[in-house]
Protein backbone atom coordinates (compact mmCIF):
# COMPACT_ATOMS: atom_id res chain seq x y z
CA UNK A 1 0.00 0.00 0.00
CA UNK A 2 1.23 3.82 -0.91
CA UNK A 3 1.08 5.20 2.77
CA UNK A 4 -0.50 9.17 1.52
CA UNK A 5 -2.30 9.57 -1.45
CA UNK A 6 -1.07 13.11 -1.85
CA UNK A 7 2.86 12.29 -2.19
CA UNK A 8 2.35 9.63 -4.68
CA UNK A 9 2.99 12.02 -7.30
CA UNK A 10 6.19 12.81 -5.95
CA UNK A 11 7.30 9.50 -5.18
CA UNK A 12 6.79 8.08 -9.05
CA UNK A 13 8.48 11.81 -10.68
CA UNK A 14 11.39 11.24 -8.20
CA UNK A 15 11.39 7.13 -8.88
CA UNK A 16 11.30 7.91 -12.52
CA UNK A 17 14.66 10.60 -12.44
CA UNK A 18 16.28 8.41 -9.92
CA UNK A 19 16.07 5.30 -11.77
CA UNK A 20 16.74 7.16 -15.17
CA UNK A 21 12.85 6.80 -16.25
CA UNK A 22 11.87 10.44 -17.36
CA UNK A 23 13.83 13.76 -16.70
CA UNK A 24 12.90 17.37 -16.91
CA UNK A 25 13.72 18.89 -19.50
CA UNK A 26 17.20 20.85 -20.14
CA UNK A 27 17.24 20.49 -16.92
CA UNK A 28 21.02 21.29 -16.26
CA UNK A 29 19.63 24.94 -17.27
CA UNK A 30 16.63 25.29 -14.64
CA UNK A 31 14.41 23.15 -17.09
CA UNK A 32 12.05 24.76 -19.25
CA UNK A 33 8.26 23.86 -18.45
CA UNK A 34 6.09 21.52 -20.38
CA UNK A 35 9.18 19.91 -22.06
CA UNK A 36 10.65 16.51 -20.23
CA UNK A 37 13.31 14.34 -21.57
CA UNK A 38 12.79 10.30 -21.70
CA UNK A 39 16.03 8.38 -20.47
CA UNK A 40 16.54 4.72 -21.55
CA UNK A 41 13.97 2.62 -19.19
CA UNK A 42 11.70 5.44 -19.88
CA UNK A 43 12.13 4.71 -23.57
CA UNK A 44 12.12 1.43 -23.00
CA UNK A 45 8.93 1.37 -21.60
CA UNK A 46 7.68 4.15 -24.24
CA UNK A 47 8.56 1.94 -27.01
CA UNK A 48 6.84 -1.02 -25.53
CA UNK A 49 3.30 0.68 -25.11
CA UNK A 50 4.13 2.49 -28.77
CA UNK A 51 4.75 -1.29 -30.49
CA UNK A 52 1.98 -2.96 -28.61
CA UNK A 53 -0.32 -0.32 -29.78
CA UNK A 54 0.98 -0.82 -33.50
CA UNK A 55 0.32 -4.40 -33.24
CA UNK A 56 -2.89 -4.05 -31.85
CA UNK A 57 -4.21 -1.31 -33.78
CA UNK A 58 -2.46 -1.91 -37.02
CA UNK A 59 -0.73 -5.19 -37.92
CA UNK A 60 -3.37 -7.20 -36.43
CA UNK A 61 -5.96 -6.02 -38.36
CA UNK A 62 -6.76 -5.69 -42.26
CA UNK A 63 -8.76 -2.57 -42.10
CA UNK A 64 -6.11 -0.13 -40.61
CA UNK A 65 -2.56 1.25 -42.85
CA UNK A 66 0.12 3.35 -41.10
CA UNK A 67 1.28 6.47 -41.92
CA UNK A 68 4.37 8.90 -41.12
CA UNK A 69 3.56 12.26 -42.22
CA UNK A 70 5.31 15.53 -41.72
CA UNK A 71 4.86 17.34 -38.68
CA UNK A 72 5.20 20.90 -40.31
CA UNK A 73 2.72 21.26 -43.14
CA UNK A 74 1.36 23.71 -45.55
CA UNK A 75 -0.52 26.62 -43.03
CA UNK A 76 -3.46 26.08 -45.38
CA UNK A 77 -4.10 23.28 -44.10
CA UNK A 78 -4.26 24.43 -40.56
CA UNK A 79 -6.88 27.13 -41.72
CA UNK A 80 -8.83 24.42 -43.23
CA UNK A 81 -9.07 22.49 -39.98
CA UNK A 82 -9.96 24.86 -38.13
CA UNK A 83 -7.55 25.10 -35.91
CA UNK A 84 -5.55 28.47 -37.00
CA UNK A 85 -9.35 30.45 -36.01
CA UNK A 86 -10.41 27.93 -33.43
CA UNK A 87 -7.56 25.51 -31.42
CA UNK A 88 -7.72 28.57 -28.32
CA UNK A 89 -7.29 28.27 -24.82
CA UNK A 90 -8.92 30.82 -22.48
CA UNK A 91 -6.74 33.51 -20.51
CA UNK A 92 -6.80 34.70 -17.01
CA UNK A 93 -7.72 37.88 -18.43
CA UNK A 94 -10.45 36.40 -20.34
CA UNK A 95 -8.28 36.74 -23.84
CA UNK A 96 -8.36 34.16 -26.08
CA UNK A 97 -4.73 32.58 -26.94
CA UNK A 98 -4.10 29.87 -29.54
CA UNK A 99 -1.81 27.15 -28.83
CA UNK A 100 -0.50 26.26 -31.58
CA UNK A 101 3.38 26.51 -31.92
CA UNK A 102 4.33 29.17 -34.78
CA UNK A 103 7.78 28.70 -37.03
CA UNK A 104 8.91 30.52 -40.07
CA UNK A 105 10.02 28.12 -43.17
CA UNK A 106 12.28 29.35 -45.43
CA UNK A 107 14.75 32.30 -45.53
CA UNK A 108 14.46 36.66 -45.53
CA UNK A 109 11.57 37.91 -47.50
CA UNK A 110 10.43 34.51 -48.26
CA UNK A 111 9.88 32.80 -45.31
CA UNK A 112 6.29 31.75 -44.25
CA UNK A 113 4.35 31.11 -40.90
CA UNK A 114 3.40 27.72 -40.40
CA UNK A 115 2.71 25.64 -37.39
CA UNK A 116 3.71 22.46 -35.25
CA UNK A 117 0.93 19.94 -35.35
CA UNK A 118 -1.40 19.85 -32.45
CA UNK A 119 -2.18 16.46 -33.16
CA UNK A 120 -0.94 13.73 -35.77
CA UNK A 121 -4.54 13.53 -37.48
CA UNK A 122 -3.76 16.53 -39.66
CA UNK A 123 -1.42 14.76 -41.56
CA UNK A 124 -3.66 11.79 -42.53
CA UNK A 125 -6.60 13.92 -43.40
CA UNK A 126 -4.52 15.62 -46.36
CA UNK A 127 -3.58 12.25 -47.40
CA UNK A 128 -6.85 10.50 -47.87
CA UNK A 129 -6.76 11.14 -51.79
CA UNK A 130 -3.09 9.81 -51.90
CA UNK A 131 -4.59 6.81 -50.25
CA UNK A 132 -6.89 6.36 -52.24
CA UNK A 133 -5.32 6.79 -55.61
CA UNK A 134 -2.55 4.13 -54.09
CA UNK A 135 -4.13 1.91 -52.33
CA UNK A 136 -7.97 2.00 -53.36
CA UNK A 137 -8.71 0.99 -49.47
CA UNK A 138 -13.06 -0.22 -49.36
CA UNK A 139 -14.29 1.45 -46.46
CA UNK A 140 -14.60 1.18 -43.63
CA UNK A 141 -10.80 1.33 -43.03
CA UNK A 142 -8.32 3.40 -41.13
CA UNK A 143 -5.17 5.70 -41.29
CA UNK A 144 -2.70 5.30 -38.10
CA UNK A 145 -0.11 6.79 -36.97
CA UNK A 146 2.15 7.37 -34.15
CA UNK A 147 3.99 10.85 -33.81
CA UNK A 148 4.86 13.89 -32.07
CA UNK A 149 2.50 16.77 -31.60
CA UNK A 150 3.06 20.04 -29.55
CA UNK A 151 1.00 23.11 -28.13
CA UNK A 152 1.86 26.03 -26.50
CA UNK A 153 0.05 24.95 -23.42
CA UNK A 154 -0.92 27.98 -21.52
CA UNK A 155 -0.28 26.09 -18.08
CA UNK A 156 1.73 23.00 -18.57
CA UNK A 157 1.28 20.27 -15.37
CA UNK A 158 1.08 17.32 -13.48
CA UNK A 159 4.58 15.93 -14.76
CA UNK A 160 4.16 14.39 -18.47
CA UNK A 161 0.38 15.04 -18.17
CA UNK A 162 -0.10 17.84 -19.63
CA UNK A 163 3.46 19.22 -21.43
CA UNK A 164 3.56 21.25 -24.57
CA UNK A 165 5.83 18.41 -26.56
CA UNK A 166 4.18 15.29 -26.41
CA UNK A 167 2.92 11.58 -28.49
CA UNK A 168 -0.30 10.60 -29.55
CA UNK A 169 -1.32 7.24 -31.39
CA UNK A 170 -3.88 8.21 -33.54
CA UNK A 171 -6.61 6.11 -36.02
CA UNK A 172 -8.61 7.87 -38.44
CA UNK A 173 -11.36 5.38 -39.09
CA UNK A 174 -13.40 6.22 -42.38
CA UNK A 175 -17.00 5.07 -42.33
CA UNK A 176 -20.20 5.44 -44.16
CA UNK A 177 -22.52 8.27 -42.67
CA UNK A 178 -25.27 6.06 -42.16
CA UNK A 179 -22.61 3.72 -39.44
CA UNK A 180 -20.65 6.28 -37.53
CA UNK A 181 -22.80 4.97 -34.45
CA UNK A 182 -22.16 1.45 -34.65
CA UNK A 183 -18.10 1.90 -35.15
CA UNK A 184 -17.86 4.57 -32.15
CA UNK A 185 -19.27 1.49 -29.90
CA UNK A 186 -16.87 -0.88 -31.64
CA UNK A 187 -13.68 1.75 -30.89
CA UNK A 188 -15.16 2.31 -27.53
CA UNK A 189 -14.62 -1.32 -26.99
CA UNK A 190 -11.09 -1.71 -28.37
CA UNK A 191 -10.48 1.34 -25.79
CA UNK A 192 -11.67 -0.32 -22.91
CA UNK A 193 -10.17 -3.78 -24.14
CA UNK A 194 -6.68 -1.89 -24.93
CA UNK A 195 -6.53 -0.10 -21.40
CA UNK A 196 -7.34 -3.91 -19.65
CA UNK A 197 -4.50 -5.20 -21.39
CA UNK A 198 -1.55 -2.41 -20.28
CA UNK A 199 -2.91 -3.04 -17.00
CA UNK A 200 -5.09 -0.22 -16.34
CA UNK A 201 -7.82 -1.27 -13.23
CA UNK A 202 -11.21 -1.08 -14.66
CA UNK A 203 -12.43 0.55 -11.90
CA UNK A 204 -9.63 3.28 -12.13
CA UNK A 205 -10.80 4.04 -15.89
CA UNK A 206 -13.93 6.20 -16.40
CA UNK A 207 -16.43 7.14 -19.68
CA UNK A 208 -17.41 10.57 -19.60
CA UNK A 209 -19.72 11.89 -22.12
CA UNK A 210 -18.43 15.08 -23.12
CA UNK A 211 -21.26 18.26 -23.53
CA UNK A 212 -21.48 20.24 -26.81
CA UNK A 213 -20.24 23.18 -25.15
CA UNK A 214 -16.72 21.64 -24.13
CA UNK A 215 -16.26 19.34 -27.01
CA UNK A 216 -13.23 20.46 -30.03
CA UNK A 217 -14.98 22.16 -32.63
CA UNK A 218 -14.57 19.18 -35.33
CA UNK A 219 -16.45 16.58 -33.38
CA UNK A 220 -20.32 15.84 -32.84
CA UNK A 221 -19.65 13.25 -30.16
CA UNK A 222 -16.55 12.98 -27.69
CA UNK A 223 -16.05 10.34 -24.83
CA UNK A 224 -13.27 11.08 -22.97
CA UNK A 225 -11.96 8.01 -20.92
CA UNK A 226 -10.67 9.42 -18.25
CA UNK A 227 -8.38 7.81 -15.31
CA UNK A 228 -7.67 8.05 -11.46
CA UNK A 229 -4.34 9.44 -11.44
CA UNK A 230 -3.20 10.53 -8.49
CA UNK A 231 -4.16 14.05 -8.64
CA UNK A 232 -7.73 13.49 -9.34
CA UNK A 233 -9.41 11.68 -12.49
CA UNK A 234 -8.14 13.76 -15.95
CA UNK A 235 -8.33 12.65 -19.43
CA UNK A 236 -6.44 9.80 -20.59
CA UNK A 237 -8.20 9.27 -24.03
CA UNK A 238 -10.70 10.66 -26.11
CA UNK A 239 -12.96 8.89 -29.16
CA UNK A 240 -15.01 11.23 -31.12
CA UNK A 241 -16.95 11.48 -34.34
CA UNK A 242 -15.70 13.97 -36.23
CA UNK A 243 -18.57 13.80 -38.91
CA UNK A 244 -17.46 14.86 -42.54
CA UNK A 245 -16.18 18.25 -41.29
CA UNK A 246 -12.09 17.55 -42.16
CA UNK A 247 -12.31 15.88 -45.58
CA UNK A 248 -15.14 18.63 -46.33
CA UNK A 249 -13.40 21.29 -45.42
CA UNK A 250 -9.93 20.44 -46.79
CA UNK A 251 -11.63 19.14 -50.20
CA UNK A 252 -13.49 23.16 -50.34
CA UNK A 253 -9.99 24.62 -49.53
CA UNK A 254 -7.84 22.87 -51.79
CA UNK A 255 -10.12 21.77 -54.69
CA UNK A 256 -9.29 18.51 -53.91
CA UNK A 257 -11.65 15.75 -54.71
CA UNK A 258 -12.24 13.84 -51.61
CA UNK A 259 -15.12 11.98 -51.98
CA UNK A 260 -15.70 8.14 -51.78
CA UNK A 261 -17.01 6.45 -54.74
CA UNK A 262 -18.64 3.02 -53.69
CA UNK A 263 -18.52 0.68 -56.44
CA UNK A 264 -21.42 -1.43 -55.20
CA UNK A 265 -23.76 0.94 -54.37
CA UNK A 266 -22.78 3.47 -57.00
CA UNK A 267 -22.67 6.13 -54.45
CA UNK A 268 -20.39 9.53 -54.05
CA UNK A 269 -19.93 10.39 -50.95
CA UNK A 270 -17.35 12.10 -48.22
CA UNK A 271 -17.02 9.41 -45.62
CA UNK A 272 -16.95 10.31 -41.82
CA UNK A 273 -14.39 10.17 -39.09
CA UNK A 274 -14.54 8.45 -35.75
CA UNK A 275 -10.99 9.09 -33.93
CA UNK A 276 -10.09 7.17 -31.23
CA UNK A 277 -6.46 9.26 -30.02
CA UNK A 278 -4.44 7.87 -27.24
CA UNK A 279 -1.62 9.90 -25.85
CA UNK A 280 1.61 8.24 -25.47
CA UNK A 281 2.60 9.95 -22.53
CA UNK A 282 -0.55 9.95 -20.29
CA UNK A 283 -0.51 6.31 -21.12
CA UNK A 284 3.15 6.10 -19.47
CA UNK A 285 1.88 8.21 -16.49
CA UNK A 286 -0.92 5.96 -15.92
CA UNK A 287 0.54 2.35 -16.29
CA UNK A 288 2.91 3.68 -14.26
CA UNK A 289 0.57 5.28 -11.17
CA UNK A 290 -1.15 1.65 -11.38
CA UNK A 291 1.93 0.07 -11.17
CA UNK A 292 3.51 1.52 -8.14
CA UNK A 293 3.78 -0.16 -5.26
CA UNK A 294 5.18 -0.13 -1.69
CA UNK A 295 5.64 -3.13 0.62
CA UNK A 296 7.46 -4.84 3.01
CA UNK A 297 10.00 -7.68 2.42
CA UNK A 298 12.63 -9.38 4.72
CA UNK A 299 11.62 -6.58 7.02
CA UNK A 300 12.47 -3.89 4.58
CA UNK A 301 10.41 -1.35 2.67
CA UNK A 302 10.58 -1.80 -0.79
CA UNK A 303 9.12 0.03 -4.17
CA UNK A 304 8.38 -2.27 -7.01
CA UNK A 305 6.40 -1.35 -9.95
CA UNK A 306 4.37 -4.50 -10.97
CA UNK A 307 3.97 -3.71 -14.64
CA UNK A 308 3.30 -6.36 -17.07
CA UNK A 309 5.84 -8.35 -18.33
CA UNK A 310 4.97 -7.09 -21.78
CA UNK A 311 5.43 -3.10 -21.00
CA UNK A 312 8.39 -3.99 -18.90
CA UNK A 313 11.72 -2.18 -20.26
CA UNK A 314 13.30 -5.01 -18.61
CA UNK A 315 12.36 -8.39 -18.85
CA UNK A 316 14.88 -10.38 -16.97
CA UNK A 317 17.96 -9.30 -15.07
CA UNK A 318 20.91 -12.33 -14.26
CA UNK A 319 23.04 -12.06 -11.42
CA UNK A 320 26.35 -13.76 -10.37
CA UNK A 321 26.00 -14.75 -6.62
CA UNK A 322 29.17 -13.26 -6.20
CA UNK A 323 30.93 -10.44 -8.17
CA UNK A 324 34.29 -11.85 -7.67
CA UNK A 325 34.33 -15.48 -8.16
CA UNK A 326 35.29 -16.13 -11.99
CA UNK A 327 33.49 -18.95 -12.41
CA UNK A 328 29.90 -17.90 -11.12
CA UNK A 329 30.27 -14.46 -13.39
CA UNK A 330 31.47 -16.59 -16.25
CA UNK A 331 28.12 -18.77 -16.16
CA UNK A 332 26.02 -16.09 -15.07
CA UNK A 333 27.54 -14.14 -18.28
CA UNK A 334 26.17 -17.64 -20.60
CA UNK A 335 23.04 -17.58 -19.19
CA UNK A 336 23.00 -14.06 -20.20
CA UNK A 337 23.88 -13.88 -23.28
CA UNK A 338 21.16 -17.26 -24.31
CA UNK A 339 18.60 -15.04 -22.75
CA UNK A 340 19.53 -11.77 -24.28
CA UNK A 341 19.03 -13.93 -28.06
CA UNK A 342 15.52 -15.08 -26.87
CA UNK A 343 14.55 -11.81 -24.95
CA UNK A 344 16.64 -8.80 -25.75
CA UNK A 345 15.77 -6.75 -22.81
CA UNK A 346 17.60 -8.74 -20.70
CA UNK A 347 20.18 -6.84 -17.97
CA UNK A 348 23.53 -8.53 -16.64
CA UNK A 349 24.23 -7.02 -13.05
CA UNK A 350 26.94 -8.29 -10.98
CA UNK A 351 27.24 -4.12 -8.85
CA UNK A 352 26.92 -4.55 -5.25
CA UNK A 353 24.99 -7.15 -3.15
CA UNK A 354 22.47 -9.19 -4.29
CA UNK A 355 19.81 -7.09 -2.03
CA UNK A 356 20.61 -3.69 -3.63
CA UNK A 357 20.72 -5.75 -7.28
CA UNK A 358 16.97 -6.72 -6.20
CA UNK A 359 15.80 -3.06 -5.20
CA UNK A 360 16.70 -1.73 -8.09
CA UNK A 361 15.62 -4.27 -10.43
CA UNK A 362 11.81 -3.98 -8.70
CA UNK A 363 12.37 -0.34 -8.69
CA UNK A 364 12.49 -0.14 -13.12
CA UNK A 365 9.71 -2.97 -12.98
CA UNK A 366 11.80 -6.02 -13.92
CA UNK A 367 9.28 -9.65 -13.51
CA UNK A 368 12.35 -11.51 -12.67
CA UNK A 369 15.97 -12.17 -11.72
CA UNK A 370 18.02 -14.90 -12.09
CA UNK A 371 20.80 -15.97 -9.53
CA UNK A 372 23.90 -18.26 -10.24
CA UNK A 373 25.14 -19.57 -7.06
CA UNK A 374 27.42 -22.78 -6.17
CA UNK A 375 25.13 -24.68 -6.47
CA UNK A 376 24.37 -23.84 -9.83
CA UNK A 377 28.55 -25.34 -10.80
CA UNK A 378 28.82 -27.10 -8.18
CA UNK A 379 25.36 -29.22 -7.30
CA UNK A 380 22.16 -28.85 -9.17
CA UNK A 381 22.59 -27.16 -12.64
CA UNK A 382 19.17 -25.21 -11.25
CA UNK A 383 19.29 -21.07 -10.79
CA UNK A 384 17.51 -19.30 -8.46
CA UNK A 385 14.04 -17.17 -10.48
CA UNK A 386 12.50 -15.05 -8.34
CA UNK A 387 9.43 -13.51 -8.84
CA UNK A 388 9.41 -9.74 -8.67
CA UNK A 389 5.79 -9.17 -7.06
CA UNK A 390 5.70 -12.24 -4.73
CA UNK A 391 9.40 -12.32 -3.95
CA UNK A 392 9.10 -16.22 -4.80
CA UNK A 393 12.02 -17.96 -5.00
CA UNK A 394 12.37 -21.11 -7.49
CA UNK A 395 14.93 -23.28 -8.45
CA UNK A 396 14.76 -23.95 -12.03
CA UNK A 397 16.86 -26.16 -14.43
CA UNK A 398 19.43 -24.11 -16.96
CA UNK A 399 18.19 -26.23 -19.93
CA UNK A 400 14.27 -25.39 -18.78
CA UNK A 401 15.01 -21.55 -18.02
CA UNK A 402 13.82 -19.83 -21.28
CA UNK A 403 10.96 -22.33 -21.71
CA UNK A 404 9.87 -21.18 -17.68
CA UNK A 405 10.22 -17.72 -18.36
CA UNK A 406 8.60 -17.23 -22.08
CA UNK A 407 5.64 -18.81 -20.63
CA UNK A 408 5.65 -16.40 -17.85
CA UNK A 409 6.79 -13.20 -19.86
CA UNK A 410 3.92 -13.55 -22.83
CA UNK A 411 1.01 -13.54 -19.86
N1 LIG B 1 -6.82 14.32 -32.70
C1 LIG B 1 -7.65 14.50 -31.56
C2 LIG B 1 -6.98 15.17 -30.46
O1 LIG B 1 -5.84 15.60 -30.58
P1 LIG B 1 -7.24 15.78 -27.92
O2 LIG B 1 -8.29 15.32 -26.92
O3 LIG B 1 -6.93 17.22 -27.98
O4 LIG B 1 -7.73 15.22 -29.33
C3 LIG B 1 -5.93 13.55 -27.72
O5 LIG B 1 -5.91 14.96 -27.64
C4 LIG B 1 -5.06 12.94 -26.64
O6 LIG B 1 -3.73 13.48 -26.70
C5 LIG B 1 -5.53 13.26 -25.22
O7 LIG B 1 -6.57 12.39 -24.81
C6 LIG B 1 -4.25 13.03 -24.45
O8 LIG B 1 -4.02 11.65 -24.26
C7 LIG B 1 -3.19 13.57 -25.39
N2 LIG B 1 -2.86 14.98 -25.07
C8 LIG B 1 -3.51 16.10 -25.47
N3 LIG B 1 -2.91 17.20 -25.00
C9 LIG B 1 -1.84 16.79 -24.30
C10 LIG B 1 -0.80 17.47 -23.56
N4 LIG B 1 -0.73 18.79 -23.50
N5 LIG B 1 0.15 16.73 -22.94
C11 LIG B 1 0.12 15.37 -23.02
N6 LIG B 1 -0.83 14.69 -23.69
C12 LIG B 1 -1.80 15.37 -24.33
Redesign the pocket.
Known amino acids: MVDKKENKMDKIVSLCKRRGFIFQGSEIYGGFA?FWDYGPYGLALKNNIKNLWWQIFVEEREDIYGMDTSVIMNPRAWEASGHVAGFADQMDNGNKFNVMFKTSVGAGEESIVSYLR????GGMFVNFKNIMDSLSPKIPFGLAQVGK?F?N?IA?RDF?????E???M?VEYFVKPADWEKYFEEWKKIISMWCKIIGLEKSHTHELEVLDKER?HYSKR?I??EFDYPFGRK????L?YRTDFDLKSHSSFSNADLYYYDEETKEKFIPHII?P???????ILAVLSEAYKEDEMNEEKRIYLALKPILAPIKVAVFPLLKNKPQLVKKAREIYEDLKKKFKAVEFDDNGNIGKRYRKQDEIGTPFCVTVDFDTLEKDKKVTVRDRDSGKQERIDIDKLITYLSEKISL
Open positions: GPETAAREPVFRSRFEQEATDFELYGAESLGVDRT
